[in-house]
């Protein structure tokens, strides 16, 4: 069995993982101090750089979390050279200069990874076009990286543990598993199924994500050193611009929550020179005020995500009764919690956890040398990650009226790969959406017939297995005028006007000859018929 690798491009660091044969899994140390390397872009006297040598740079020489701007859709950064013009740095190119330098460094240990299929890892709230975006960055570097076989960042590192386990001998963590991944950049949530088996089988029952994590605490933390030192001597000494002076107490700022993860109280000095006189102080309490309301924010987003895991189960409870269910009652169905991430070292983090879910076991992944490497080691479990049951679609669902001389009169994309079935604020707010809809009108005069296809990203038709028999699609007659309606659940309920299908797995498309998307006849018949009154409806 050839190496699996995988590259986990994070907000903050950069990790490479692989795995040879049925052989533990190793994160391979790429970068030059620690086994990663930081996940910064640069703009020096001799161009780009990347990695560590960005670090050295004026801060407003030097992109951060630029990763970031995948899914805001930004291409485009302005930074400031050291010496010289503002530069405008195309974002996806430098996205290829950071991975290139990760091959480079790949191949000088003897890990080569050009030529060899890579799993790339992502947050879990990326819909298709930022995934596609890293997926081509990855390639301009000469990796041979693909949609298809990108996971997301917290059930990689639920896979990654549930895996350790299963090779070490110790029982499978079965039931429901909340992955806990407090990065840098990022909070990701997963709720996994896990049944005991050789090996485990792992259900993704939700996942979500939000941007807000490590950094924005940092801020914070930064935005408190900074008041506290208003009228030090030591600050008016400085000889730097004002940007290079909050970079100086952002880095202390780092080094003292990850001190307090440790000790009660911490101490660091601003910088070298004058900075060095500065002495910063911060405790484990001010720590805990800082993070508290970023905590109390994170804490929504977990209730919200286990209370979407309901709305996944097939004959699962009315929308109204999950609104009411109390976050206790929500609590009982989790069995573990598994903290992953940098940020999961905050003491508060686990003591919060453990009070919210006093039933389940709050664990980390003690296999590890540290946090960071919890999604990189899941990517390289590729006998498991390629047959996960996954919460949402990797694939586009298009309907298109066709006439009968087979001229498409309208069409319409129903369903974008990867996108969420539930929105995770709506829930908050008591406002199931249980799938996507959509609705398309016959214009013509003449009986057409409405067709559902399902496509990959790659554009590639994928074939339809209804009750068993191939079919090229989902086939509905639509009379003049009428108007016919796609409705996707998020219990994996598909129905095209009157015909409703299930598909009990949403796998991750591969290539090869093995393409197939099951269905079978769902004769329930809880949809209720009518456009626009389905939401939450459902008994």
């Keep these: 069995m050839a190496d699996r690798m995988g590259i986990d491009f994070g907000t ?88 290139a330098e990760v091959a480079a460094r790949c191949e000088q240990r003897g890990f080569p990874l050009v030529g060899r299929p890579v799993r790339l890892s992502c947050p879990a709230n990326w819909p298709a076009a930022p995934r596609l975006d890293l997926v081509r960055a990855a390639k301009d570097a000469g990796l041979d990286a693909s949609v298809n076989r990108m996971l997301d960042e917290p059930i990689s590192a639920g896979v990654a543990w549930t895996m350790g386990r299963f090779l070490a001998g110790k029982p499978a963590p079965e039931g429901k598993v909340l992955v806990f991944d407090y990065g840098g950049g990022t909070l990701d949530l997963a709720v996994l199924e896990v049944v005991d088996g050789s090996p485990p089988e792992i259900t993704v029952l939700a996942a979500a994500a939000v941007t807000e994590a490590g950094d924005r605490l940092d801020q914070a933390i930064a935005g408190e050193l900074r008041a506290e030192a208003e009228h030090h001597p030591a600050l008016a000494a400085l000889d730097m611009e004002p940007e290079d002076v909050q970079h100086l107490f952002r880095l202390a700022a780092t080094r003292l929550k990850i001190g307090l993860s440790t000790t009660p109280e ?66 009982k169905g989790i069995s573990w919690v598994l903290l992953a991430g940098g940020m999961s070292r905050i003491p508060a983090v686990a003591a919060r956890l453990t009070q919210a879910f006093p039933s389940a076991a709050v664990a980390a992944d003690t296999s590890l040398r540290s946090p960071e490497e919890s999604v990189v080691s899941g990517l390289a479990y590729d006998e498991v990650v390629s047959d996960l049951n996954l919460d949402r679609p990797a694939f586009d669902m298009t309907v298109e009226l066709v006439d009968p001389s087979g001229l498409c009169v309208a069409n319409q994309h129903a369903y974008p790969a990867f996108t969420p079935l539930y929105a995770p604020d709506q829930i908050q707010r008591g406002e199931f959406l249980l799938g996507r809809s959509a609705e398309i009108t016959n214009p013509t005069k003449k009986r057409v017939t409405a067709k559902m296809t399902c496509r990959g990203v790659d554009g590639r038709t994928l074939p339809l297995y209804i009750d068993g028999v191939s079919e090229e699609s989902l086939d509905v007659s639509v009379e003049p005028g009428k108007t016919v309606w796609f409705k996707l659940y998020v219990d994996g309920q598909v129905v095209l006007g009157y015909r409703q299908l299930r598909v009990d797995r949403w796998p991750v498309i591969r290539g090869g000859p093995n393409n197939r998307i099951e269905f079978v006849t769902d004769s329930r018949g809880y949809d209720d018929q009518r456009v626009g009154h389905w939401w939450g409806e459902r008994n």
Aim: charged letters at 20%.
């Design 12 to 99: 903050s660091t950069t990790l490479v993982s692989n795995r040879a044969g049925e052989g533990p899994v190793r994160v391979l140390p790429i970068g030059q101090v620690d086994a990663w390397m930081p996940s910064l872009v640069g703009y020096g006297s001799n161009g780009v750089v990347v990695g560590e040598d960005a670090l050295a740079l004026p801060e407003r020489s030097v992109i951060r979390s630029i990763k970031t701007d995948l899914l805001t859709r930004l291409s485009v950064r302005t930074i400031s050279p050291p010496m010289g013009p503002t530069v405008d740095l195309e974002v996806r190119p430098a996205i290829t200069d950071l991975l």
């Design 266 to 331: 911490q101490a660091t000095r601003l910088g070298p020179g004058p900075g060095a006189n500065m002495v910063l102080r911060y405790s484990q309490r001010q720590l805990e005020t800082a993070f508290s309301p970023m905590l109390d924010r994170a804490l929504r987003l977990v209730w919200s995500t286990i209370r979407a895991t309901e709305l996944r189960r097939r004959g699962a409870a009315t929308p109204d009764v999950i609104r009411k269910m109390t976050e206790g009652e929500l609590a």
